[in-house]
């Protein structure tokens, strides 16, 4: 069910008048959860370089060249002397600045995008924006980018969420999540995982810009610390969370004495390039499961801990029993289909050999399991 919009989040209407701005004066906001870290003493040129490779700005440029900016979409702007700081609108102002120098479009590789004529760069001397205080603009950010119509991916949203309590030390992720129109608890989910995150990359045992993926899958953490594997693993417990959803980051979730497998946790969901680590989790939603059912499961982990592939460590936790039933449905299951397919076979002698190798194995397993059952009851005879 979608959220609605909460009543405290300002309308357009409510805001000040849409004026327009040279874009000259438009600066990128180095607060914002997509630039963190990039605008760190960044020239401008580095900054739209990594907007345009790893966030699309491209699509946007492209749609500006064709059909002008949008004039409805004003940018939100803080004035901090003579600039304007643009809280929203980061990757529109990336894609006109690129519009409109020849040189930036030879930086960024934007080969795609036509060239503009004079009478269109002028119209973008020029952007509309509405004027803003950050402190009070978060709650139409924070609907608009977590639950709303744009938005964020979740590590950008879980820095967001960081930013308002960071800024707000008195609110809480109640009062966050209604004022966003969060109904769901993913605030709170994504704020406990960067919270967790940020403890690894404290002690040292796991860095995000090392992770195999890119973009980096925060997802896979935040939905892991929901499951009792995980939880079990890293010593935190649901109950402990909720003692902690209003704690500022920089506090510890994961006790000293589990940092070391907080710091094997991230590198089995995300991996590493600098150790030459895969990442066990290659489909979230089957192998996260499974990854948490094998931390429950201290001969599985000692598998994981060897190096060994999660689908192993998972027939440990199956057992020897189920995994010969499961492996048994399979393959009657694969005979089954061979047998409806007869009619491909033209002749040649490696599709025969090969049926009778199945043969002579299908043979043996059940020599073996016949000469174990009377094993077995020849032994309870004995008992009795």
Known sequence: MAAKNPPNIPKLDEMNKIIEISVDDLRFDPENPRLKGVTDGKSEATIITTLWNEMAVDEIAMSIAHHGFFRQEPLYAQKQGDKWIVIEGNRRLAAVRVLRDAELRKKVGATRIPMLSAADIEKLDTLPVIECDRHSIWPFLGFRH???????????????????????????????????GDRNDVVKRQYRGLMVLDQAKREGVFDPKDSTYKPFPFSHLYTALSQKGFQKHLGISEKKFQGIDDKAIGFNPVLKSHVKELGEVCLWLFGSVNKKIDPKIKTQHKDLAELGRVLENDNAVACMRRGDPLEVAVMVVKGDSNVLRESLVGAKLNLERAKGKITGFEGGSDLLDLAKSVEALAVSIVEEMIRRDSGQRHGDRRKG
Do not use: F, R
């Open 146 to 180: 977590i639950n709303g119509p744009q938005p964020w991916n979740s590590y950008a949203k879980a820095q967001y969420i960081a930013w308002i309590k960071e800024q707000n030390p008195k609110i809480t992720l109640d009062e966050i999540m209604d004022a966003i």
